[in-house]
């Protein structure tokens, strides 16, 4: 730290990345957030060269004063679920408002596929008077898999010892064993802000790549807890004289796209990748927006062309 400084903000500089729009998701995901009833600091985007950076104000400071800040890891290093997380509120006797954040917090860490949400990513801040309070969120964004292209679905911290694939009905346990009052109302929150997500993508500049991708597995999980309304079930049809059923596309791994089908009694599968038209579309639209006419249209040229 400086000592010294006149007019200045202590802040936190995140280089941006243009490959991942990774400055401009953190943005959107800083506004989505905030939007769902989650205290951050306040967040900017700094840009330099034409590139986008994320730069955050820092909790742990107030003009030159530093603010005692100890993460999860530090209080309780063995803490490796949301449960023991509530549990070192208790015990610090953090204000109920803090233990519903958390509850907040985990909710939008599922909906929005923020799965880094490890023990350092959680602290408590304690001011002059010896009380803890939880500090705001931090490090809120979308996380992908090693391969650069699909969501990790595994959290760092256990949900009712789950890392994937936690359910509506999950946090809503979550919330009784856990003293969570009006859970129903927080989720609401969290899926009216998450609901946004283009539009917010949009306002700063996040490419039409990663707003397709992203909002895609917002979507898949607002679906899975019936939040979203669920595609129809496509009927069974004839085209060109073969029996077709189940179209659908996936996200697939290295940037890929798959269309899937089955005809005839068996599954089909075709690669679309950066060399088909079609690829440009599902980028600018995401899977959850194209129509069954464009899956459609794709299944009669590629599989029976």
């Not at 015990?91 to 350092?120: G, W, Y």
């Not at 899937?260 to 950066?274: N, Q, S």
Request: proline residues 2%; glycine residues 6%.
């Amino acid at each position: 730290q400086i000592s010294g400084l006149k007019n200045y903000d202590y802040c936190l500089l995140k280089f941006g990345n243009t490959q991942y729009s990774s400055a401009e998701l953190e943005m959107a995901y800083y506004e989505l957030a905030t939007m769902a009833g989650i205290r951050m600091m306040p967040s900017e985007l700094y840009t330099v060269d034409g590139n986008n950076h994320f730069i955050t104000k820092r909790f742990d400071r107030d003009g030159e004063r530093k603010i005692y800040t100890q993460t999860l890891a530090a209080i309780s290093p063995d803490a490796d679920s949301y449960e023991q997380l509530i549990a070192v509120c208790r015990k610090l006797h953090l204000p109920e408002s803090d233990c519903q954040e958390v509850f907040r917090r985990m909710v939008f860490n599922i909906l929005a596929n923020n799965t880094d949400d490890h023990n350092k990513n959680f602290s408590f801040i304690m001011d002059e008077d010896g009380s803890w309070r939880l500090s705001p969120a931090y490090d809120i964004t979308y996380i992908i898999d090693n391969g650069g292209f699909l969501p990790n679905e595994d959290h760092c911290l256990y949900i009712r010892a789950k890392l994937r694939g936690i359910t509506r009905e999950d946090a809503i346990q979550f919330a009784r064993d856990n003293g969570i009052r009006r859970p129903d109302a927080i989720i609401r929150d969290v899926v009216a802000s998450l609901k946004q997500f283009r539009t917010i993508a949009t306002k700063y500049g996040v490419s039409e790549q990663w707003t397709g991708r992203v909002e895609t597995t917002i979507i898949d999980h607002l679906k899975a807890w019936g939040e979203w309304q669920k595609d129809a079930a496509m009927p069974e049809q004839t085209i060109n004289g073969h029996s077709v059923a189940n179209i659908r596309m996936e996200q697939a791994y290295k940037g890929n796209y798959h269309l899937l089908a089955e005809i005839d009694g068996k599954d089909r599968k075709f690669v679309i990748g950066k060399n088909k038209e079609e690829f440009a579309l599902i980028e600018k639209l995401g899977l959850a927006n194209l129509t069954l006419e464009q899956m459609q249209t794709m299944v009669e040229k590629y599989f029976f062309s």
